[in-house]
């Protein structure tokens, strides 16, 4: 069964930086489109960006500039760079793979003086 598994989350100020993975195993990342959604408390989860098999990406208005989505095909890993964090950044970040419909298990990002 594909898995997928976000790490590199924590607690950041404001005007800090994280970058989040996620890690497939079971399938050849590599060849998909991948997403990046988060879930900030009482709120739907939202699209955050997303990049294809052939590395064109694109995001949401909010993170535009701001954030960076890249891949290692060799790792099998897809990344999410974040800067310039905000409080209204905070928010449970998921990866999803869309072909197979599944979700990683999220990681929390804190940003708060």
């Known amino acids: 069964q594909v898995q997928l598994v976000e790490s590199g989350g924590g607690l950041v100020q404001p005007g800090g930086s994280l970058r989040l993975s996620c890690a497939a195993s079971r399938i050849t990342f590599s060849i998909y489109t991948v997403a990046w959604y988060r879930q900030a408390p009482g709120k739907q989860r939202e699209l955050v960006g997303a990049i294809t098999d052939t590395g064109v990406t694109n995001y949401s208005i909010s993170v535009k500039g701001r954030f960076t989505i890249s891949r290692d095909n060799a790792r099998n890993t897809v990344y999410l760079q974040m800067n310039s964090l905000k409080p209204d950044d905070t928010a449970v970040y998921y990866c999803?793979?869309?072909?197979?419909?599944?979700w990683g298990q999220g990681t929390q990002v804190t940003v708060s003086s």
């Open positions: 999803y793979l869309p072909v197979t419909s599944k």
